[in-house]
């Protein structure tokens, strides 16, 4: 019987489907465990191979899990608002509602062609009005409660207008605002637009105008992380500074709460690491100084925010950001363009850009600060490095003790003062707490760290600063200025932000024929009479808004009375497994922990952490080809491009490059092969230009020129090949695998060609689940090889069946119970490449013992089946099952079946090993000796000569001495 993949696989595939077998309740006696990925977005060019790589290892822990009698929650659902999904539907010139649902149904296919076990009853889009309706009661959660710093937990903001009547706001610092105070009877008297506009200072969700990434070509605000090199990372369109009306995430009210959490969740330590700098808290000063532009005073004070209040007398300069208010005042008319040129630069890069930079840039202001102790006037700089929303938007410089400060004062030639000594060389900074202070006025001769609270007394008792706790972190932008995104449940009234009640839920997205960005920087909700005319908000939720979610909503997804019951809830609790890449660290991840413990702060859960571990699958690489075009150069530009594309083949190319193939060998192969080809005879050099060729053109290396001819509309019909050995030889790269590089691999045509078991285990096999590694196809062939082999343990192409009711030898027992063990420990700790090899080991091991033993095979199948649950399935049925064996138990390993009885021991004669014997452990040394010179190796190198000495070291070696 022939291992027919194809059919077997199809067959369980609709079998699964119609028993509803992953199906899962909320209801059982079983131990839960929930397994989740990480939200995906469907794009519009489907699933390559690196996509699947996170799905399979969950699917394998959720069966393996499953197996072990747990009660699995392994969902899938679509991320489906958001920027993509709109600027793909407008490239392609249709709806993004039809876009989206087409690419969902693509993407579901794909999925379903694995075979993996999702329970799709519980299926959520975020595009749907049953599951945004939710999204929008959470906002209204957000914006109606505040965090109360007493209690460290979020309340109703009604709460807080009942404090302000009883008592103003002396008990509770404005979070925007911490110079705003009044009393029970100011707030009384206040018109309900100030009560409104002080309390919106409150709000976990809130609107006020900042400034942020803005692309005019898309419309829309970016997130930091979507614009590179000051261009949109989709389109690659130019992204400027602008001022917009937000709504923003309160999320820096949980900076403390998300460090904290973080020790009691299973993620990464680089992971937290990442996290925690995003947050960034510090311990430091606020310090203010006088400010003069050029020799005249201004009213204006900078106040700067430093850790290292104890380096007050090592400040050379000031940095403020590019958008610090006080620049307009430090000017002169000296600096004033210089200034405006240089702002006008940053203004073009985004602040994860401005901190990345390795270049030094700055301007200076023509302003200075006053020193508060020495009257020293300290120049006043601008640089992109300081951001308007890290503490005040402006650092003093110390250059001998940070080394950022003494780059930027060596790149502007600043004089640098020594405040420590012999601890700073001249030549780099010294950043340590240790060093006595000189040159330091009244702080002279005390070490660092006991100077910082001197200073910090000292510029508290004079009123020019105060002890700061500070972070990195920053409320999140929570609006975008798109369609497709979910419509805020707000409606203003006379610039009061009135929250829609939660009966009127879902506000449903308009249907519109276009899209086009509404007038002053609005969404494309402006540009609707109707819309405007209800007032409801123009803008859109991020993408962010619904993922920031989905995981509660898998466990009760048709609920239509509320977004989760607390029953559910309870159940399920945190996710125990959530598995996504690293992109998400400081995005995604945060903003679902934020969530969360705004959920559980209000009582609609129990928890506050809603991952309690995270996997980070690493990324699967492509292995991109490439062809060369032949490029001439006359002082190292190029003079010509041929009529006619040339393309070189590779090994020419390195053969140049390397200088073991000089210019005119190399054009006179291109001239006998492409004869009618004629030089510029100016030309001095060769350059190869790059150009990347679709991989499933190219087997291995070797291009096939007749699939290239035809590609892209015949774009290369006329090219000339260069040609070695009568073939055309690409080159190659490892690269990220995207379809712009044309070297992404259909995983459909993988499935079709070797069957989804196949593409599953190969995708485990290629490494660790956790690292990144380039894809190549070719190696899949020993893994399908491997799943032949494991069925013809059971059928014989002309015999039929070869499976027996024999009882198992001990050979047998070791090699199922060893592949037990190892199966189990690797599966547990996400080894799934090992736990591969193990399998192909045992399939060998059992080949070679000709085992076909039902006692055997039957609980290897169960062990295999998280893996490969086709072949498993159907193997299991053909030994006779009515049940699937999803629902059997994993195998009990026991240790008596492992335990080594014998040892193969090296035998010498004379000190030179003449062969390996295997030995009972408990063998006597008589017994030994009686089985080493009846062996015929040992016999043959005896040479027929008297034994004189017999060795045996027990449990090492045997040696014969004659």
Known sequence: MEYNFRSIEKKWQAHWRSSGVYQVSNQ???????????????????????????YIASDIFSRYKRLHGFNVLHPMGYDAFGLPAEQYAIEHGVHPDSSTRKNIDTFRAQLDNIGFCYDWNREVRTCEPEYYQFTQWIFLQLFNSFYN?????????????????????????????????????????????????????????????????????????????????????????PVVKKMLRQWYLRITEYADRLLEGLETIDFSDAMKEMQSNWIGKSYGAEISFALASGDQ???????????????????DFMVVAPEHPAIEKLITS?????????????????????????????????????????????????????????????????????????????????????????????????????????????????????????????????????????????????????????????????????????????????QVETYQPGPDGEGPLANIPEWVNEQYETNTMPGYAGSSWYFLRYMDPHNRETFCSREASDYWNQVDLYIGGTEHAVGHLLYSRFWTKVMFDLGHIGFQEPFKKLLNQGMIQGSSRFMYRLLLTADKKVIEHFTANIMVSNGYRTGYESGSLGMKALLDIVQQQVPDTIFDASADGILFQPIHVDVNFVDGFELNMAALQTWRNGEYAAAAFVLEDGKYTCGAEV???????????????????YGADTFRMYEMFLGPVDQSKPWDTKGIEGVHRFVKKLWRLFFDEQKGSLLTQQAPTAAELKVLHKTIKKIADDTERFSFNTAVSTFMIAVNELSDLQCHSAAILEPFLILLTPYAPHVSEELWSVLGHTDSILDASFPIFEAQYVAESAKEYPVSVNGKVRANILINLDASEAEVQEMVMQHPMIIKWMEDKPMKKFIFVKGRMVNVVV
């Open 28 to 54: 059982s006696t079983r131990p839960k465990y929930y397994v989740l990925d990480m939200f995906p977005y469907p794009s519009g060019a489907g699933l390559h191979v690196g996509h699947p790589l996170g």
């Open 149 to 237: 710093r007493t209690k460290q937990k979020a309340q109703p903001i009604l709460l807080l207008k009942e404090i302000f009547a009883q008592e103003g706001n002396q008990s509770h610092v404005c979070p925007a605002d911490e110079d705003l105070h009044f009393t029970a009877a100011e707030w009384t008297v206040f018109s309900e637009k100030e009560q409104e506009d002080i309390l919106m200072k409150y709000r976990l969700a809130f609107c006020g105008y900042g400034e942020v990434n803005w692309c005019e070509a898309l419309g829309t605000v970016l997130a930091n992380d979507e614009v590179v090199n000051g261009v949109s990372e989709r389109g690659g369109h």
């Open 297 to 315: 005073p201004i009213e204006e004070t900078l106040t700067v925010y430093t850790t290292r209040p104890d380096t007050i007398f090592g400040v």
């Open 334 to 510: 000296d600096t004033r363009v210089s200034v405006e040129n240089y702002i006008s630069y940053v203004k073009s890069r985004s602040d994860r850009e401005r901190q990345a930079e390795k270049k030094i840039s700055g301007c200076f202001s023509g302003g200075y600060a006053i020193h508060p102790f020495t009257g020293k006037k300290i120049p006043v700089w601008i640089a992109e490095y300081v951001l308007i929303g890290y503490g005040t938007g402006a650092i003093m410089g110390v250059p001998c003790g940070d080394d950022r400060d003494f780059r930027f004062a060596q790149h502007s030639t600043i004089p640098i003062t020594n405040i420590i000594g012999e601890h700073f060389n001249g030549t780099a900074a010294n950043a340590t707490k240790d060093a006595v202070l000189q040159e330091s006025d009244f702080l002279n001769g005390i070490v660092m760290r006991d100077a910082i609270p001197l200073v910090l007394q000292k510029i508290t008792t004079m009123g020019i600063g105060r002890k700061k706790v500070n972070y990195k972190m920053r409320d999140a932008s929570f609006s975008r200025q798109r369609y497709w995104g979910e419509p805020f449940p707000i409606r203003w009234d006379n610039g009061i932000a009135r929250p829609l009640d939660a009966a009127q839920l879902p506000l449903l997205l308009p």
């Open 735 to 753: 690269e990220k695998m995207s379809k712009s590089k044309f070297n992404t691999v259909n995983p459909d045509e993988l499935v079709e060609k």
